[in-house]
């Protein structure tokens, strides 16, 4: 049975969470419902965190370190949407400090799972901004990066034309865009410096 000690500062789900936990370590990889109210206790709609949150991160550490595929992944998005969380008025700031060595095994263990492959769009993502959380850039972490499939608008740097930039399952490439032909001059991305 888990127990702990926590502040009792603002909301906090502090008595709901080990039960929960408990489901989750005992069926890492099967229990989704457990998953998703862990998610629903611990980083309130990815964002809201409090004292409960970052006790359990050695839990969640813990399954990441696991080496089960499912159960790292999951522990490891959880761990940094709580990380990204740690500017927020939780009332937890010693536990914060006392996790700092959780967060640097957090971080180690992501680095080799990202490491060992290909990974989701989504998932790849997620890590990208657990990984600046663990690394103490949380304001970037929390910040919208705009991931998703779409088109940009940018200036070419050589001849002031405007380009649309698309990023996406249909495609990456720049073009000029015009309004009755769509995407014209169709050029794959290159790297920088390069001209038009």
Known sequence: MIEWQLPRYGRGPYDEVPPVLER??????????????????????GLTVSAASFAALPYLRDLARSGETVA?????ELAGAIVAGVLQDHGADELVREMAPVIAELRAVLARRIGDGDLPP???????????????ATGWSMA????????????????????TIAIGDYGRYSAYRD????????LPLRGPNRSC
Do not use: K, Q
Request: glycine content about 6%; proline content about 4%.
């Open 122 to 136: 989504t998932l790849a993502v997620a890590f990208f901004r657990a990984d600046l959380a663990f690394a103490g």
């Open 24 to 45: 989750v370590l005992r069926s890492p990889s099967l229990d989704e419902e457990a998953w998703r109210g862990l998610w629903h206790l611990l980083a309130t709609e």
């Open 179 to 186: 309004w009755y032909e769509g995407d014209v001059r169709r």
């Open 144 to 163: 919208e990066y705009d991931f998703d499939d779409g088109f940009y608008s940018v200036s070419c740097p050589h001849c002031d034309l405007p380009v």
């Open 72 to 76: 790292m992944d999951r522990a490891l």
